[in-house]
């Protein structure tokens, strides 16, 4: 009797190819390590380009855009230019990998796994979770389609409800990423009734991923329903000889997806049906390339060898990475001057949602004024110091110049166009600014990450005060933006910061703010005065 052979525990437990290549991929769309660090996210350049794979744009480790946020976000501005780009890339992704994005390198789906390996009782797939696989369908058409287009072409308004009401790696990624930070302890008093909803959706999504496998993406994942439409037709994909199969079925019975056949609109693609394929009919192909070839054969056939990447091929991924971590960290221009600016200190009790926090710095000495103009206060973005000069040349070719508005209380508003909480709100910085415009200096300034033409978005609307962008993105380090919007910020005549805040405001909050400025004002002309 041939004794059993003994294997290592490294054999036994050792990552498959699909497993590191999801690490790998999760680690390659997260590589800005720097932003779990300082709480901020990332606003490169290459923060316009879509990657494959579910992963939140308000991440802070994320290095490109989702590509549902973005194709929901090119709907919403369909009444101002199409989303070409969107698009294409949607077709690129498709038409090459298909759904074997969401098998190798989507890094929802690897979470969806790890939480599938956790011991308890599983849920088989049935009829019934065949049927539930088609509800996915029903979000992409309602959820990521029609109302992002209506709200753009009726009400002009970015709606991207599927991010906004469902999605989990918003609320897993994005919110609690930027939560878990101690750096934006005050963004504990901006959460609501709409935050509560998602973080308990999202409890229950990865509940459902411990008893039933991949849950998320099997029946409610629109990325997963786009990149199904291509399964007859991606390059890259598991493949059945037709001449080799027997139809006996054991593909599909061990399949932990929906799947009627290898390679339908529910298959990823991973390969798992190659190990129970008794016929060796299956294979990873890429067009007539075998890219993995099973172990296993018919009865006769020669033994076939698992092609597994050469030495050269893991060499040039590591390359990759470690490029792309030294870039996102250290190199690119969005991330090498951070830290300049000096942090706000952190609340001790962050303010309830909807008030203004009017606490003021504690009392400092004042330095002499650097920059020429204003209070003399310590250059900086917290509570009670001075913000360092700039300069915008807005979008009605007029010039804004933050050491000319000396003397007038300063509003200083960052918002996007693909923020909803900013459309929001913008009608309310209009009035306040109509109803004290010799008062009043303010100036609204888009994020240097433009979706769609902001003054093509603002023709039509009456909004009184002056717009611009913040093209290199110095306005927002100077005024210690995160990447998170919208965002307020309000200078009392002296040029000192007395409000500093990511978060919507009401016309209330803007009144108290500009009451606080002008009593502030008061006292010190009534101090000077004795």
Same mark, same amino acid.
């Given at each position: ?136 369908y029903v979000i992409l058409a309602v959820f990521v389609i029609a109302v992002p287009l209506w709200y753009g072409l ?40 709409l935050f509560t909803r998602k973080f308990v959706f999202m409890l229950a999504i990865g509940l459902a991923c411990v ?20 399964? $007859? ?6 493949? +059945?000889? %037709? ?5 006996? &079925? =054991?593909? @599909?019975? *061990? ?103 009017? $606490? ?6 004042? +330095?002499? %004024? ?5 209070? &003399? =206060?310590? @250059?900086? *973005? ?109 200078l009392n005549r002296k040029g000192k910061v007395i409000y500093n805040q990511v978060g919507s405001v009401t016309p ?23």
């Amino acid at each position: 009797m041939d004794k059993p052979v003994k294997t290592s525990w490294w054999q036994a437990h050792r990552p498959t190819a699909r497993r590191l290549a999801q690490l790998y991929s999760a680690l390659l769309h997260n590589a800005c390590i720097r932003g779990f660090i300082d709480g901020k996210i990332y606003t490169g350049s290459a923060k316009y380009a879509c990657v494959p794979g579910l992963n939140c744009y308000s991440c802070p480790g994320a290095v490109g855009s989702c590509p549902l946020g973005s194709i929901q976000n090119a709907l919403a501005s369909a009444g101002h230019r199409a989303g070409w780009y969107v698009l294409g890339i949607l077709l690129l992704f498709g038409v090459i990998l298909g759904r074997t994005i969401c098998g190798w390198l989507c890094p929802l789906g690897l979470i969806q796994e790890l939480l599938h390996r956790i011991p308890t009782p599983k849920l088989k797939k049935s009829p019934v979770t065949r049927a539930l696989s088609w509800l996915k369908y029903v979000i992409l058409a309602v959820f990521v389609i029609a109302v992002p287009l209506w709200y753009g072409l009726r009400y002009q308004i970015p709606l991207p409800a599927f991010c906004k009401y469902i999605c989990p790696a918003g609320t897993f990624e994005g919110a609690m990423g930027h939560l878990a930070n101690p750096a934006n302890a005050s963004y504990y008093g901006m959460l609501g009734l709409l935050f509560t909803r998602k973080f308990v959706f999202m409890l229950a999504i990865g509940l459902a991923c411990v008893f039933c496998y991949r849950s998320f993406c099997r029946f409610i994942c629109p990325l997963g329903a786009i990149y199904g439409l291509f399964s $007859r037709f991606s390059v890259i994909g598991v493949k +059945a000889d %037709a001449g080799r199969c027997n139809r006996c &079925g =054991a593909c @599909v019975r *061990h399949c932990g997806m929906d799947v009627r056949r290898v390679g339908d609109r529910e298959c990823i693609h991973c390969g798992k049906c190659m190990d129970v394929c008794s016929q060796g009919a299956i294979s990873i192909r890429a067009g007539n390339v075998t890219l993995r070839a099973p172990e296993t054969g018919r009865a006769g056939d020669a033994p076939q060898k698992r092609r597994r990447p050469g030495r050269i091929l893991w060499g040039a991924a590591l390359a990759v990475l470690c490029f792309a971590l030294v870039w996102f960290n250290f190199l690119d221009p969005a991330v090498r001057n951070d830290g300049k600016q000096e942090q706000p200190a952190a609340a001790a009790e962050p303010a309830a949602a909807g008030e203004p926090d009017l $606490r003021t710095a504690p009392a400092e000495t004042e +330095a002499p %004024a650097e920059a020429g103009y204003g209070s &003399g =206060a310590p @250059v900086g *973005h917290a509570v009670g110091q001075q913000l360092e000069d700039f300069t915008l040349e807005c979008y009605d070719g007029t010039e804004f110049r933050l050491a000319d508005a000396h003397g007038r209380i300063t509003f200083i508003n960052l918002w996007a166009t693909y923020c909803t909480p900013c459309i929001h709100e913008l009608p309310y910085f209009s009035e306040l600014y109509a109803a004290h415009p010799d008062d009043i200096a303010m100036i609204a300034v888009h994020s240097k990450l433009v979706t769609a033409d902001p003054a093509a978005f603002l023709a039509g609307k009456d909004y009184a005060m002056p717009f611009a962008t913040d093209a290199d993105g110095a306005v927002n380090d100077i005024v210690g933006g995160t990447g998170a919007l919208p965002q307020t910020v309000v200078l009392n005549r002296k040029g000192k910061v007395i409000y500093n805040q990511v978060g919507s405001v009401t016309p209330e909050v803007l009144e108290a703010l500009y009451g606080e400025a002008e009593k502030q004002s008061q006292e010190r002309n009534e101090t000077a005065g004795q």
